[in-house]
């Protein structure tokens, strides 16, 4: 065990990952490995433990409460699907990365008259591929939560061809139903007909390395500064997240299982933006 005093964490604001090394644990699965991890914490007089991540992080955040563990969870996640916070940790940076990405593809699209299919990450969950498609101008999006056929796309990038523009961005979720590769074959299979050229990009873990952004930055210091006040509160086993752009502290029981719908308002401008 290392123990972390105040200027153990100084100059760590700026790095986006995680400096403890935490990661993934298939072992942390199974009851002998959960109940390791409750006697490794016991024997070590962690009286508290503040669980930062995403969905598998704030199951396995709820497994060690349900042993009797003070854990309170921090919702963070660059997918932005937990439920429990309107905006997650690290989302607003990995979209401004994707985003700068896309502006950057838009200069050869435009000078090549190239269409560009972009995947975007986001597991699941199409919140990260609707938000950068939204406001990096692209003439079509594909998100898991909505099915589009090849031709549908291929019907708006020509369609953009027609009304003037010099170039198509097409915003593809990785977890879509279509996702980039199925589309690029379908694209080059029909090249002869379709009569555009195209190129897949996949910035995949560059959205995860960036320096985090202001806004992640702020949600972090008042989610973190909320969680050590929950425990010396004794108020755990919850997630804390932002809502309406407050903290607040949801039961685990509430949010793990719940659904995270995409704004119906956000598909509605992009649907309408796209034509
Ligand atoms: O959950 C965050 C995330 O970056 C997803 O967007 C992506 O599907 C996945 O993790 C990638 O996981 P790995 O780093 O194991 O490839």
């Known amino acids: 065990m290392i123990g972390l005093g105040l200027r153990d964490v ?5 790095r986006g990952g995680t400096m403890l090394g935490t990661s993934r644990c298939p072992a942390f699965l199974t009851d002998a490995g959960q109940e390791s991890a409750v006697r490794q914490l016991v024997q070590r007089d962690v009286s508290g433990l503040v669980v930062i991540g995403g969905n598998g992080s704030q199951a396995g955040a709820h497994a060690l409460a349900r042993r009797g563990i003070a854990v309170v969870g921090v919702a963070s996640t660059i997918d932005n699907d937990l439920p429990g ?13 994707a985003l700068e990405a896309i502006d950057r593809l838009r200069v050869t699209a435009s000078a090549h008259k190239r269409v560009f299919l972009v995947e975007v990450m986001g597991r699941a969950c199409g919140y990260l591929a609707l938000v950068a498609g939204l406001t990096g101008g692209a003439e079509a999006i594909l ?5 589009e056929s090849p031709e549908q796309v291929a019907a708006s990038i020509l369609d953009a061809y027609q009304r003037g523009k010099s170039h198509a961005i097409v915003i593809v979720a990785e977890g879509a139903r279509q996702d980039a590769d199925a589309l690029a074959h379908f694209f080059t299979e029909h090249s002869a007909r379709l009569g555009f050229e ?8 560059v959205q995860r390395g960036g320096a985090p952004r202001v806004f992640d930055r702020l949600s972090a210091t008042l989610l973190g500064a909320a969680a050590v006040e929950h425990l010396q509160a004794g108020r755990h086993g919850v997630l804390l997240g932002l809502t309406g752009g407050r903290v607040s502290a949801k039961a685990y029981a509430d949010v793990l299982h719940a659904a995270k719908p995409l ?10 933006l796209a034509r």
């Open 10 to 14: 100084g100059g760590i604001i700026e």
């Open 143 to 147: 998100i898991p939560e909505i099915e």
């Open 263 to 272: 704004d119906p308002q956000l598909i509605q401008l992009a649907q309408l």
């Open 198 to 205: 195209l190129r897949v990009t996949k910035p995949g873990h």
């Open 85 to 97: 916070s309107d905006v997650t940790i690290g989302a607003t940076t990995a979209l401004d990365i």
